[in-house]
């Protein structure tokens, strides 16, 4: 029998090169003082849209045995976001805030292949919500000295509920590894991650861009 590679490692050495440089760039820039405090709002806007699409998938796919292990209110990211843009914004944010066309593609896909395939669930799950808990900490703590922040704007990279995001995130590849997929099933897995990290990039992308027309 071969030996097959577990799904986790994978997906680690496949996505590795999913990014381009402009998205890179934008991130970079925020965390390392070139962005501004405009720029950070401009992520959390669009990371509103993303996270309520993934978020109502998640509820109809709580049923499904093979998606069920990896759902849990631990990492529920929307009323994090929606207070963080009450702060950073006001009130009336909803009235504010638009999806960009990268965003409303990413939104579309998440609906069209999350919400149907239950691989194309875990798959948009993994990629957002391991890569939130991978750089949460980090990521908050620069915003939190960029932009004299508390906790309030930052509640989105605030995981209170998880207190060993290392050992949350191993119990979790496990689970990746352990979902009794076909090889074809596996593979579609695979390409679906791929196209997560692409569409998710091609929103930073598109925030630099709309950065540079603004100049």
């Given at each position: 029998m071969r030996a097959v590679t577990p799904l986790s490692?994978?997906?680690?050495?496949?996505?590795?090169d999913c990014g381009d440089s402009a998205g890179v760039a934008f991130m970079t820039g925020l965390l390392t003082g070139e962005g501004t405090r405009d720029d950070y709002i401009a992520?959390?806007?669009?990371?509103y849209f993303i996270y309520e699409a993934l978020e109502a998938v998640t509820e109809s796919m709580a049923a499904r045995p093979e998606a069920a292990p990896f759902i849990t209110p631990h990492l529920t990211r929307l009323p994090a976001i929606t207070e963080d843009l009450r702060f950073l914004i006001?009130?009336?944010?909803?009235?504010?805030?638009?999806?960009?066309p990268s965003t409303a593609a990413y939104v579309d896909r998440i609906?069209?292949?999350?919400?149907?395939?239950?691989?194309?669930f875990i798959a948009h799950h993994y990629t957002r919500y391991l890569g939130d808990l991978s750089g949460g900490r980090f990521i908050r703590s620069l915003l939190q000295r960029r932009f004299g922040f508390d906790t309030n704007g930052v509640g989105f990279y605030l995981f209170d509920q998880i207190a060993e995001p290392r050992a949350f995130k191993s119990t979790y590849r496990e689970q990746l590894?352990?979902?009794?997929?076909?090889?074809?099933?596996?593979?579609?897995?695979?390409?679906?991650?791929?196209?997560?990290?692409?569409?998710?990039?091609?929103?930073l992308s598109s925030l630099a861009e709309a950065k540079l027309q603004a100049a």
């Open positions: 490692r994978v997906l680690a050495e496949r996505c590795t992520l959390v806007a669009q990371h006001g009130d009336d944010w909803c009235e504010r805030i638009a999806p960009l609906r069209s292949v999350a919400g149907e395939w239950t691989g194309g590894d352990a979902v009794d997929w076909t090889d074809a099933e596996r593979e579609r897995v695979i390409d679906e991650v791929s196209v997560a990290y692409r569409l998710s990039t091609s929103v």
